[in-house]
């Protein structure tokens, strides 16, 4: 989020805060690998999962999708995002909110680097192939 203080600075954000900027949407969630999973709506909890974020992009043409352990994520499908920091644990987390849900996202460590690696060799580019990122 560009906000600005009264010392005309851009905004600082450690551990806690609320983005709406696309392109510090984007620069967040794009160091995530291993992800657990959690969106709510109105009625509570409704789905859990796991998974590895294969990509998250930023354009008008593609839809968020975590499915069978693949996660692709757009920008575009939320309206801001929250970062959370639990003081006891001090471990943090990110909710992305729409106006229908919101989607809290855990990140995970990798256990078995070797498997982390092989995973990054699996890779969408042909799909992809000749689309605009809009960062």
Known sequence: MQKKVESGLIACFVNDGIIYQKKDMFRILSDLLFIKYEQFDSNGLKKVGEGRVFRVYNNINNSSVLMNGR????????????????????????????????????????????????????????FFEGEQEDD
């Open 71 to 126: 996660i692709y994520l757009n920008v575009n499908s939320f309206e801001y995002l929250q970062i959370h920091t639990d003081s006891s644990s001090n471990t943090s987390f990110f909710e992305l909110f729409t106006p229908d849900f919101s989607l809290r996202i855990y990140p995970l460590e990798a256990e078995d680097k070797e498997a982390q690696w092989q995973m990054d060799a699996i890779s969408d580019k042909d």
